[in-house]
């Protein structure tokens, strides 16, 4: 689980970078200022998180009951509330609004709590 959670920290990482790199060259012509301030939301926590789980997978041993089941929470969380946003915003700007991914945001954020919430306990065993 440690090589998992650091693959994904460094994907989830690069793509951060990448896609803020999109946000302020190509899509700021393109994103109304609302829908650029929420794409760099997206890329914001996910490169926050992405930080997180490399942490996690360089400190925390995952022998640790709750350790595998925190980073989950995390490379899930990272998925589900970023890239709905990128989602919905690209969606509303080069056609229909995929109103579908509009309920998973909160979903990926409820996701990234409970990595939290998972990590102070997981800390507290240490």
């Given at each position: 689980?440690?090589?998992?959670?650091l693959i994904f920290a460094?994907?989830y990482?690069?793509?951060a970078?990448?896609?803020?790199?999109?946000?302020a060259h190509?899509?700021?012509?393109?994103?109304?200022?609302?829908?650029?301030?929420s794409?760099?939301t997206?890329?914001?926590?996910?490169l926050?998180?992405?930080?997180?789980?490399?942490?996690?997978?360089l400190?925390i041993p995952?022998?640790?009951?709750g350790a595998?089941?925190m980073s989950w929470?995390?490379?899930?969380?990272?998925?589900?509330?970023?890239?709905?946003?990128y989602?919905?915003?690209l969606s509303?700007?080069y056609?229909k609004?995929?109103?579908f991914?509009?309920p998973?945001t909160?979903l990926?954020?409820?996701?990234?709590?409970?990595?939290?919430?998972?990590?102070?306990?997981?800390?507290?065993k240490?």
């Open positions: 689980m440690k090589d998992i959670t460094v994907i990482g690069a793509l970078v990448i896609l803020g790199a999109f946000g190509v899509f700021k012509e393109k994103f109304t200022p609302d829908r650029l301030k794409f760099e997206g890329v914001r926590y996910q926050f998180h992405a930080i997180v789980l490399l942490v996690i997978g400190q995952m022998k640790i009951s595998p089941l929470f995390f490379i899930v969380g990272i998925f589900l509330f970023s890239f709905s946003i989602g919905l915003c509303a700007t056609g609004k995929l109103k991914l509009g998973i909160p990926g954020g409820l996701l990234l709590i409970a990595g939290w919430v998972t990590l102070l306990f997981v800390v507290l240490l």
